[in-house]
């Protein structure tokens, strides 16, 4: 599993709601997120949607590099109804807590990510994270074991549904599509001086952080939203979505990093920043 969060990612900033208000209603929702920093360093897995609908993530190959793409495809009523009983069952656990740790308490593992799942099962909604989850996982086979859920670990109704996610994730592309957004938020900071590489041209008629529509995030940060028409250009000058990629705008030096914006996205991001 690829989602590898870094310093200078460009992630959900939860207040870009001028897009995602198409209506579309997720049931089931995986990202993993910094410790750091849920806003701007988080990358969605998969979402399932209620009519059966699926966007998940995969790294893919292309030029050269392993570039971050989006692929969309439906579940047969079967699996959607596997998921509805799996997402019920985690949703109407009396015991459910907001958080849970994956790490026995001997463990000392810096800077792991968390694992948060957002679910909906008619009213009832829940959002849940589990620190250092994806770590241990990874490294069960080096002597790092789960921590049970008797002590603190995570409940088995949230670790079947997080296997069965993270097994549609892997759903190969001659199933998969390719998924083309709506919109792009394009995150630009004037204060990362560091960036070593020569930087790009920004296009002319793209938006700027003086534009109406910029939405401020600080005093160095702005995000604009681009359509997803101009997914290509956007690739070819910033390849790499969630690394800050230098470009020259009206003169200036700024950092670049952009995501896809998610059909119906600010409907888990409610529930997972309220429950924090």
Known sequence: MAF???????RS?????????????????????????????STLRIVVYEDGRVILA?????????VCKHRTFSLAVSELKAVRRQVHELAVLRSLHSSYKALEDHWMVMDASHARMYVRDGWREA???????????HKL???????????GGSPPQFMS????????????????????????EVRLRDDFKHLPEQPVPWPKDW?????????????????????????PELRRLLPYADNETAVLMDGKKWAACWRPMMPGESKWWKAITSSR
Do not use: F
């Not at 590898?4 to 460009?10: E, N, T």
């Not at 900033?13 to 360093?41: E, F, K, T």
């Open 4 to 10: 590898v969060l870094m310093s200078a990612s460009c």
């Open 13 to 41: 900033s939860r207040s870009s709601v001028l897009a995602s208000h198409d209506g579309s209603r997720p049931i089931a929702v995986l990202l993993y997120s910094s410790v750091w920093d849920l806003g701007i360093q």
């Open 58 to 66: 995969t790294w893919e190959k292309e030029g050269g590099r392993v």
């Open 127 to 137: 959002a849940v994270s589990v620190y250092a989850l994806e770590c241990v996982l």
């Open 141 to 151: 086979a080096g002597g790092m074991k789960l921590r049970p859920y008797e002590k």
């Open 161 to 184: 549904l997080y296997h069965r996610l993270e097994t549609l994730a892997e759903t190969p592309s001659s199933i998969a599509q390719l998924w083309t957004p709506h919109q792009v």
């Open 207 to 231: 938006p700027t952080p003086g534009s109406s529509h910029a939405l401020a995030q600080g005093n160095h940060s702005w995000n604009v939203l681009l359509d997803g028409t101009e997914l």
